[in-house]
């Protein structure tokens, strides 16, 4: 059963624009709080912003600034506004949703940012 579904990832050159979207279950979007991770080839996933069900944000270091996380509860949809990219964003994008115990990963997003 699927929780959680990203799109909107693609090829965009350095400086530029993308935004990404996840859809989810209507139990995830009342308590879950969720993240977008992303995963560059050769590291290790990395914790990019975060939101809880309330609308509290977080964001890693290298893209604070640059991105901007929103949730909208009542459409159930979490998106990820990404901008001035940069080669070093390259990587697949995963929409990831945790109360308690309760954790779900979506099957990934590809942003390719490159000239």
């Known amino acids: 059963q699927v929780q959680l579904v990203e799109s909107g990832g693609g090829l965009v050159q350095p400086g530029g624009s993308l935004k990404l979207s996840c859809a989810g279950s209507?139990?995830?979007?009342?308590?879950?709080?969720m993240h977008w991770y992303r995963q560059a080839p050769g590291k290790q996933r990395e914790l990019v912003a975060g939101?809880?069900?309330?609308?509290?944000?977080k964001y890693g270091d290298s893209v604070k600034g640059r991105f901007t996380i929103e949730r909208d509860n009542v459409r159930r949809v979490m998106s990820l506004q990404m901008s001035n990219l940069q080669s070093e964003d390259t990587g697949v994008y995963y929409c990831?949703?945790?109360?308690?115990?309760?954790?779900?990963w979506g099957q990934g997003t590809q942003v390719t940012v490159s000239s």
């Open positions: 209507p139990r995830i979007f009342r308590q879950h709080e």
């Open positions: 990831h949703a945790r109360f308690e115990a309760d954790e779900y």
């Open positions: 939101i809880t069900s309330g609308g509290t944000t």
